[in-house]
């Protein structure tokens, strides 16, 4: 990843895990490492900057007191310096600051760099692998590339659990995808959204990224980007802004994951918790009106038929306003034999992608949720995703209920 301005960027399709790692952040009350907030929790009435400390059901165990939250209110979650405060991010600390992501912090974010070269691709066609199943360390043809196309609007009627990703990262604003999915623990009411790990954390040697939020149906009339500055609000942010309170990705995209080329994308995968930045107390689902079922059984790409990606491009020759889609017939792509071997399909969608869903049909004609953008290369032709298995059901079942 990198913070450049637009016009110097190039086309960059984007991303990016096997034991589990989950935070659990404070997001207006706060709760420690391993506890989980009450439902009634509601964000503070406190005017930013400020914290009412009989308004913070804090545990006695919790790594930071009431001035540190205050100082991270004021601006202290910029100090990345690795022996400053907080600096190496062992914890996802995420308190809601009002008003912190306004139209013209979004429209600044940039896209993350996940680009694949040609000499990281490993396997061939007819496979090497450990023989777990047909598909381990398998890289089939190239596919031939597909022209993303723009999702039908309104989004919150024909792409309803679909959004934008936001977080600050070291190197500035940062914009990825994510899709809202289903939690079995709380039929109809989830509060989880998928993105890539990615997108929440700097992979080796670095941390979680802070003021994580998602935006579902951004932008739901597609307008063009000089006009969001001044569009009503209902245009821009039709359900609001909602803020990470946990997050989990795995062990394998936090030790292994890098911020350019493909190391980590075989289990680059994350899953927020979120809560409304305004307060109000139904659930992400509820509010955005659909929710995914997420299928963790890794089929093989004969088995899936097609797959539709979406996701809000922001690389050229997009700008990362508007909603996109590619829908192709999966096939194989191997970057670490020892993980493994990715879906991967045709698609010109560009960096900013990152996280956005991978679905196909199921039985009952809802769609289900396969994958996530993780890497694509220099050319943009192509996007590749995780397969998602145990230890990304291990991701997920850490935040369900």
Same mark, same amino acid.
């Given at each position: 990843?990198?913070?450049?301005?637009?016009?110097?960027?190039?086309?960059?399709?984007?991303?990016?895990?096997?034991?589990?790692?989950?935070?659990?952040?404070?997001?207006?009350?706060?709760?420690?490492?391993?506890?989980?907030?009450?439902?009634?929790? $509601?964000?503070?009435?406190?005017?930013?900057?400020?914290?009412?400390?009989?308004?913070?059901?804090?545990?006695?165990?919790?790594?930071?007191?009431?001035?540190?939250? $205050?100082?991270? $209110?004021?601006?202290?979650?910029?100090?990345?310096?690795?022996?400053?405060?907080?600096?190496?991010?062992?914890?996802? !600390?995420?308190?809601? !600051?009002?008003?912190?992501?306004?139209?013209?912090?979004?429209?600044?974010?940039?896209?993350?760099?996940?680009?694949?070269?040609?000499?990281?691709?490993?396997?061939?066609?007819? =496979?090497?692998?450990?023989?777990?199943?047909?598909?381990?360390?398998?890289?089939?043809?190239?596919?031939?590339?597909?022209?993303?196309?723009? +999702?039908?609007?309104?989004?919150?009627?024909?792409?309803?659990?679909?959004?934008?990703?936001?977080?600050?990262?070291?190197?500035?604003? &940062?914009?990825?995808?994510?899709?809202?999915?289903?939690?079995?623990?709380?039929?109809?009411?989830?509060?989880?959204?998928?993105?890539?790990?990615?997108?929440?954390?700097?992979?080796?040697?670095?941390?979680?990224?802070?003021?994580?939020?998602? +935006?579902? =149906?951004?932008?739901?009339?597609?307008?063009?980007?000089?006009?969001?500055?001044?569009?009503?609000?209902?245009?821009?942010?039709?359900?609001? !802004?909602?803020?990470?309170?946990?997050?989990?990705?795995?062990?394998?995209?936090?030790?292994?994951?890098?911020?350019?080329?493909?190391?980590?994308?075989?289990?680059?995968?994350?899953?927020?918790?979120?809560?409304?930045?305004?307060? *109000?107390? /139904?659930?992400?689902?509820?509010?955005?009106?659909?929710?995914?079922?997420?299928?963790?059984?890794?089929? /093989?790409?004969?088995?899936?038929?097609? +797959?539709?990606?979406?996701?809000?491009?922001?690389?050229?020759?997009?700008?990362?306003?508007? &909603?996109?889609?590619?829908?192709? /017939?999966?096939?194989?792509?191997? !970057?670490?034999?020892?993980?493994?071997?990715?879906?991967?399909?045709?698609?010109?969608?560009?960096? *900013?992608?990152?996280?956005?869903?991978?679905?196909?049909? =199921?039985?009952?004609?809802?769609?289900?949720?396969?994958?996530?953008?993780?890497?694509?290369?220099?050319?943009?032709?192509?996007?590749?995703?995780?397969?998602?298995?145990?230890?990304? $059901?291990?991701?997920?079942? /850490?935040?369900?209920?």
């Amino acid at each position: 990843m990198s913070a450049m301005s637009k016009a110097a960027r190039r086309r960059r399709p984007a991303l990016a895990t096997a034991a589990l790692v989950a935070a659990f952040a404070v997001a207006a009350t706060a709760c420690g490492p391993d506890e989980v907030q009450p439902d009634d929790t $509601k964000p503070s009435a406190s005017a930013p900057g400020s914290l009412n400390p009989d308004e913070l059901a804090l545990p006695e165990d919790l790594p930071f007191d009431l001035d540190d939250l $205050k100082r991270w $209110k004021e601006g202290e979650w910029d100090n990345w310096d690795p022996d400053g405060w907080l600096g190496d991010a062992k914890d996802f !600390i995420n308190p809601i !600051i009002e008003d912190l992501w306004d139209r013209q912090r979004m429209r600044e974010a940039e896209e993350p760099e996940r680009e694949v070269e040609e000499e990281e691709i490993e396997g061939t066609p007819e =496979g090497d692998g450990d023989g777990s199943t047909e598909d381990e360390g398998v890289t089939d043809p190239e596919p031939a590339p597909v022209e993303a196309a723009p +999702v039908r609007t309104p989004y919150t009627d024909n792409a309803a659990p679909y959004g934008k990703v936001f977080m600050d990262t070291p190197q500035g604003q &940062m914009v990825c995808s994510g899709t809202v999915v289903q939690d079995p623990a709380n039929p109809g009411k989830s509060n989880l959204v998928a993105t890539a790990g990615h997108c929440v954390h700097g992979g080796q040697g670095s941390g979680w990224f802070r003021n994580v939020v998602f +935006v579902p =149906g951004y932008n739901n009339q597609s307008l063009p980007a000089q006009q969001l500055a001044t569009a009503p609000e209902e245009d821009v942010l039709p359900h609001g !802004i909602w803020w990470a309170s946990r997050a989990a990705t795995t062990d394998h995209w936090r030790t292994a994951g890098a911020n350019t080329g493909g190391a980590g994308a075989a289990q680059d995968f994350a899953v927020l918790e979120v809560k409304p930045e305004d307060g *109000g107390a /139904a659930s992400l689902q509820e509010t955005a009106g659909a929710a995914v079922e997420i299928n963790f059984s890794q089929p /093989a790409v004969d088995a899936l038929g097609e +797959v539709t990606a979406r996701g809000y491009p922001a690389a050229p020759p997009f700008d990362g306003s508007a &909603m996109f889609s590619c829908t192709d /017939a999966p096939s194989r792509l191997t !970057i670490d034999a020892a993980q493994p071997t990715l879906y991967r399909m045709g698609c010109t969608m560009t960096g *900013g992608s990152s996280g956005g869903g991978w679905v196909a049909r =199921g039985p009952d004609g809802d769609d289900v949720l396969y994958s996530v953008t993780s890497v694509g290369p220099p050319t943009a032709t192509w996007l590749a995703g995780p397969r998602l298995g145990a230890e990304t $059901k291990a991701v997920f079942d /850490a935040l369900s209920g």
